[in-house]
């Protein structure tokens, strides 16, 4: 085994046991104890793929109620050892936020808590229909969601090596304008997710404009992003890894 495969970690936590704020029904959702930036992907369009280092969702569909809802609105039950991670004799170690009160160790689990599923993240179309369903209150959230739903809808584009590595659904294209309309005057961050939506629309001579003004930490990206328009290219590419 080489250096990297030593120093390279990634450590699970206790799954956390969540309810959902409509109907109350209990979900698990991943921790991690510790983890490793190593191996990172960073793309034009802003996403930065951790192999070792997964992100929890921001939204999620309930399994039970199917209503979408932020994480953070969820209420916190308790904490359970992750499927896989229990010891060979005896029952997964478990903690209640709501009692002061813990079990003895080797009691088992609420059957609930066992058996409630993985969080899932969304899918673009998921992202579209919170969108959709009035998610976003504010304009950061807007914001949030749409990036959000354009990385998911490219991740399509980042195997493979084709043309054509751009958003082209009527749906998708509409949630780049917006994004332009949403990130205009906005910070160096919002300055790159504005450039790259326009690149990826093809509109190069306003997305150079875009360009102007970002500060000499996004030299990277601003240089990379400046040869991909002068190149006239669309297409999804990596930034670096
Ligand atoms: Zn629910």
């Known amino acids: 085994m080489g250096v990297s495969a030593q120093s390279a970690r990634m450590i699970p936590g206790p799954d956390l046991i969540l309810a959902c704020p409509h109907c109350g029904a209990l979900s698990r959702l991943f921790t991690l104890a510790s983890s490793d930036a190593e191996g990172a992907i960073s793309w034009t369009d802003g996403y930065q793929h951790f192999p070792l280092a997964p992100r ?7 399994h039970a109620c199917s209503q979408l809802h932020w994480l953070a609105e969820c209420r916190e039950v308790g ?14 170690r478990f903690a209640s936020f709501e009692k002061a009160e813990q079990p003895e160790p080797g009691t088992p689990p609420p059957d609930g808590w066992v058996n409630a599923p993985q969080m899932q993240s969304l899918d673009e179309s998921g992202y579209f229909a919170a969108l959709n369903s009035g998610l976003a209150k504010t304009p950061e959230q807007e914001i949030e969601l749409r990036v959000h739903a354009w990385w998911r809808g490219n991740d399509r584009f980042r195997k493979h090596e084709g043309t054509g590595r751009y958003p ?4 998708a294209v509409e949630n780049l304008e917006r994004i332009i309309v949403l990130t205009e005057g906005g910070d160096h961050e919002f300055v790159l997710f504005r450039a790259e939506a326009l690149r990826q629309l093809g509109r190069f001579e306003a997305a150079e404009e875009a360009l102007y003004g970002l500060c000499s930490d996004y030299a990277l990206a601003r240089e990379k992003a400046t040869e991909l328009i002068r190149a006239k290219s669309r297409d999804l590419e990596v930034l670096f890894a």
């Open 56 to 62: 929890q969702p921001n939204i999620v569909r309930c």
């Open 79 to 92: 904490m359970i050892d992750p499927v896989g991670m229990t010891p060979a004799e005896g029952v997964p």
């Open 168 to 171: 082209t659904s009527p749906q």
